[in-house]
Nanobody, 115 residues
Framework: QVQLVESGGGLVQPGGSLRLSCAASGSIFSILSTGWYRQAPGKERELVAGINIVGSTNYADSVKGRFTISRDNAKNTVYLQMNSLKPEDTAVYYC?????????WGQGTQVTVSS
């Protein structure tokens, strides 16, 4: 059973940056497409960024130009660089395969954007 552990969240002011990491216990990122998802209070979980096995990326319109997803297969880690953060980016961020596998949802990492 692969485990995914997210880290790197925190409290940041509007306009600030954070880099999230997702470490996998196995080499799934090199064989499956991966996504970063987020869930804000009272809202459904949504995909914000995805990367496939050949490195092509896609982004939700709300984060295009601000967020960058990347992957290090040697470290079994996927990253999400978040710049120009806005209060509406506040959410718990999760990584998972894309499409997601229910058993792989982790605890997520909280991102709060506030002054």
């Amino acid at each position: 059973q692969v485990q995914l552990v997210e880290s790197g969240g925190g409290l940041v002011q509007p306009g600030g940056s954070l880099r999230l990491s997702c470490a996998a216990s196995g080499s799934i990122f090199s064989i499956l497409s991966t996504g970063w998802y987020r869930q804000a209070p009272g809202k459904e979980r949504e995909l914000v960024a995805g990367i496939n096995i050949v490195g092509s990326t896609n982004y939700a319109d709300s984060v295009k130009g601000r967020f960058t997803i990347s992957r290090d297969n040697a470290k079994n880690t996927v990253y999400l660089q978040m710049n120009s953060l806005k209060p509406e980016d506040t959410a718990v961020y999760y990584c998972n395969t894309h499409p997601p596998i229910v058993a792989h949802w982790g605890q997520g990492t909280q991102v709060t954007v506030s002054s």
